[in-house]
């Protein structure tokens, strides 16, 4: 069976907390509530999530739906961004099954970045790991003002904004990541074929504004 990875990179740093961690835990458990719904994804998503603040943590390994938990997550500490993703490089390299001339792999990875501010760490360093593996959709989310696009967008071209960093705006990201990974399953399920552009996902949702 050729899995769908997908990893939820979360900023947990103090900015976080309050609201907007109390709506992230929450929107992670209605994510998999929902997905546990769906045919096709039980069949082949499979759900990691890393955090980061002052360092960054693999809270859950690459776990099938039926078998997901999510952890505690608190926030505190600042945002080592690049540190996150230097670790997602590595759990790619580790744990997503690369297609050979004997086996096809996994399906290329979905990765989901969402942060309220400003990098502190050498983020530099992070984002030229990651993109070394070149084999992941990535989409990142600004939540708030204080968070920094022109970072995000030199993660990827796939960036989008909450004007809020509040419980319903976070909660609506979480509903369109949702049907995103809702629709790349079924496309790869029924279709053989991965995501490659924005185009492909659900439309987001009026709060979620493209960044450009």
Not at 82 to 96: D, P, T
Not at 178 to 207: C, F, R, W
Request: glycine share 6%; net charge negative; charged share 20%.
């Amino acid at each position: 069976m050729r899995r769908l990875p997908v990893y939820l990179l979360l900023d947990t740093s103090g900015s976080m907390s309050g609201e907007p961690i109390e709506a992230v835990k929450n929107g992670v458990q209605v994510m998999i509530s929902s997905l546990r719904q769906n045919p096709q994804a039980i069949e082949t998503a499979f759900i990691s999530v890393i955090t980061f603040d002052s360092s960054a943590r693999q809270l859950i390994p690459l776990t099938d739906l039926a078998s997901f938990q999510m952890q505690e997550i608190k926030a505190n500490g600042t945002t080592s961004l690049g540190e996150a993703l230097n670790l997602v490089s590595n759990c790619i390299l580790n744990e997503v099954k690369q297609t050979t001339a004997e086996s096809k792999g996994d399906w290329k990875p979905l990765v989901f970045i969402m942060t309220d501010g400003v990098p502190t760490d050498n983020w530099q360093s992070g984002l030229a790991e990651f993109k070394k593996r070149k084999v992941a959709f990535t989409v990142a989310c600004a939540a708030g003002s204080g968070a920094d696009t022109n970072a995000l967008k030199q993660i990827t071209d796939n960036v989008v904004s909450l004007d809020t960093a509040d419980g319903a705006s976070i909660a609506k990201f979480f509903a369109w990541v949702t049907a995103s990974i809702g629709v790349t399953s079924t496309k790869v399920e029924d279709a053989g074929k991965e995501v490659t552009t924005m185009n492909e996902l659900p439309p987001p949702p009026s709060e979620l504004n493209i960044v450009v």
